[in-house]
């Protein structure tokens, strides 16, 4: 059995926007082509692929499989096909797909994207949320171009954006001793927001646990997004790194303390996987990203 090229497009599309409407949008066609599509691939592969759920239309494990077989082969004739071809980021209509913590989307997201409009108007950018158990995976697929993580990941391509951060308490003015470093009975009376370790900060739960004390976690999320407003709001700390803690300082009256026991600097780098995302627009977008993170003088 053999599939047109058409048709492995369409079901890659499907599947990352869960939705026949926005696949469409996405190949220029209409929906009753893509609907289409879709029938003639169930049909080909004896598998529905596809079924409605709450969030639209969830792939089955079938689905699932081909999918990581589709990007790569997909990817493998894009790269063959434009092999002799020099890549022109003005003229590109391609979707580029970057994982990102949402400290990495709060850091370093508007300083991609104002390169990016410029440098290929015709691109968009897909942010894919940070399930660090995933991105190995992800990247080897071809299901993203790149992740940006302060967690050491074993994938072949590697660079490092942001060179020794490290991990500080943020707490209200009004509860901060004077010390530059906060003390373990005050760190220990304080109700603490805790991170969800899936997106990507680990470090420090694990650091914790090396201490083998009971903190008081108040609250738990996977991100960061309400953060400063609970922390000043409820007289409650969180941990985070140090740049993003001096963001927080400039908007809103807390403290920066340091830890109450040492935890290591950490490097925060942007993973590819080389044999998918060595050459070609994959390549490009990686060397954007790098570069416009790149700090003045650095």
Not at 17 to 26: L, N
Not at 66 to 72: I, M, Q, T, Y
Request: with cysteine; aromatic share 6%.
């Amino acid at each position: 059995m053999s599939l047109d090229l058409n048709l492995i497009r369409t079901f890659l599309s499907i599947y990352d926007h869960r939705s026949v409407t926005r696949a469409a949008q996405d190949l220029s066609l209409t929906q009753p082509t893509v609907s289409h599509a879709l029938g003639r691939l169930r049909r080909a592969l004896h598998d529905p692929l596809f079924v409605r759920g709450p969030g639209g239309y969830e792939p089955t494990a079938r689905a699932s499989e081909l999918a990581a077989v589709f990007r790569k082969s997909v990817l493998a004739v894009d790269e063959a096909v434009d092999a002799d071809r020099v890549f022109d980021p003005s003229q590109t209509s391609r979707t580029f797909r970057l994982c990102l913590t949402d400290i990495g989307e709060n850091a370093f997201l508007p300083r991609i994207m104002k390169q990016l409009v410029v440098q290929a108007p015709g691109a968009s950018l897909e942010v894919v949320p940070m399930q660090i158990s995933q991105v190995q995976s992800w990247l080897a697929h071809g299901e993203i171009d790149g992740a940006i993580a302060s967690i050491p990941l074993e994938v072949s391509g590697r660079r490092t954006i942001v060179a020794d951060d490290r991990y500080v308490c943020v707490l209200p003015q009004d509860a901060a001793a004077p010390e530059s470093r906060i003390g373990w009975k005050d760190f220990l009376a304080l109700k603490h927001v805790a991170m969800d370790p899936a997106a990507g900060h680990d470090q420090v739960e694990q650091a914790i646990r090396a201490q083998q004390v009971d903190r008081t976690i108040a609250l738990r999320v996977p991100h960061f997004t309400a953060l400063a407003e609970v922390v000043v709001g409820c007289g409650m700390v969180a941990i985070l790194p140090r740049q993003m803690a001096t963001r927080m300082a400039e908007r809103w009256p807390v403290a920066i303390r340091e830890l109450p026991f040492d935890m290591p600097q950490f490097e925060v780098t942007l993973y590819w996987d080389a044999a998918v995302s060595s050459t070609g627009a994959a390549a490009w977008f990686l060397d954007l990203v790098a570069e416009s993170l790149v700090e003045p003088g650095g």
